[in-house]
């Protein structure tokens, strides 16, 4: 894996969560797989569920409407309104997560391009941290295990790399 | 204790290198405070007061042989921590790998007709 392909995930403040990639591709392009809901379909999917409905109006003051569905789960909706639409930089949207009084969350999405290539950077404002951890909570019991079994490599590998220095 | 409790615990616990430290070499084997102590240059009592910070957050484990009482990690603390943040960073790489493969087939398929708008022109 190289650094261009790292996931990084910050909380800069209580109620904030921010998820930054960079993509080999010009930000038009990540805009459109963003948008798109032919091409969202394709990626943005949830831990067991894949994305079945997603109907999106690309405008200010639009709607859209996400829906993920999996074998013998409980399918997950989510919708909300686009507050600003600036192609190829910018979205901002609330998130209403549908069968969950959680309150709305505020997500902007930047795109920068640069050199080719696009880092994209989505923050999250959830209405409290309570709501922000239990969102990000969501799912994490099935991969307990597994994460152990990587926690553990990563331990000795920071113990390996001090012992080197 | 709630889930959020134990994490304030585990995290505190976790914001010492030397604690990491010692962790890093449990993730490895069991160990007694004398194996701990040499190769961190410290003192057994420094190092057992480190221990007790782990072993108060369930960390680690000290086991029952009177004389050794060796250190063991915890899974299942560990786990916590770094899990539900490890597993929002982990929905996100499964899905931007598989954006990657979209975006890749875009780029292909915008330099093909770039290519046919070229050759149209010429």
């Known amino acids: 894996m190289n650094a261009a392909d790292t996931v990084t995930i910050t909380t800069p403040s209580d109620r904030e969560v921010v998820v930054a990639r960079t993509f080999d591709a010009p930000r038009a392009l990540v805009f459109d797989a963003y948008t798109q809901p032919e091409l969202l379909m394709r990626w943005y999917g949830a831990p067991g569920r894949s994305l079945v409905v997603c109907e999106i109006d690309l405008r200010v003051g639009g709607a859209y409407r996400f829906l993920w569905r999996g074998a013998g789960k409980k399918d997950v909706g989510m919708h909300g309104v686009h507050r600003e639409v600036v192609r190829p930089e910018r979205i901002v949207r609330t998130e209403t997560w549908e069968d969950w009084d959680a309150g709305e969350v505020v997500a902007t999405i930047v795109l920068a391009e640069r050199a080719g290539a696009t880092t994209l950077t989505?923050?999250?404002?959830?209405?409290?941290?309570?709501?922000?951890?239990?969102?990000?909570?969501?799912?994490?019991?099935?991969?307990?295990?597994?994460t152990f079994a990587r926690l553990a490599a990563i331990l000795s590998n920071m113990h390996a790399s001090k012992g080197a220095a | 204790m709630a889930i959020s409790d134990r994490l304030d615990t585990t995290f505190a616990a976790l914001a010492d290198p030397t604690r990491r430290a010692i962790l890093a070499r449990l993730a490895s084997g069991e160990a007694s405070v004398l194996e701990l102590a040499e190769p961190f240059e410290m003192t057994q009592p420094a190092i057992s007061k480190h221990l007790k910070v782990l072993e108060r957050a369930g960390l680690i484990s000290r086991g029952r042989d009177a004389q050794r009482r060796p250190c063991r990690l915890e899974a299942r603390p560990l786990a916590e921590a770094n899990g539900w943040l490890e597993t929002y960073r982990q929905l996100w790489e499964t899905n931007f790998r598989r954006l990657d493969t979209v975006l890749h087939e875009l780029k292909a398929s915008s330099g093909k007709r770039r290519q046919a708008k070229k050759r149209r022109t010429r």
Do not use: Q, W
């Open chain 1, 122 to 146: 989505s923050t999250g404002l959830y209405p409290s941290r309570e709501v922000r951890d239990a969102v990000m909570k969501a799912g994490f019991e099935s991969g307990t295990r597994e």
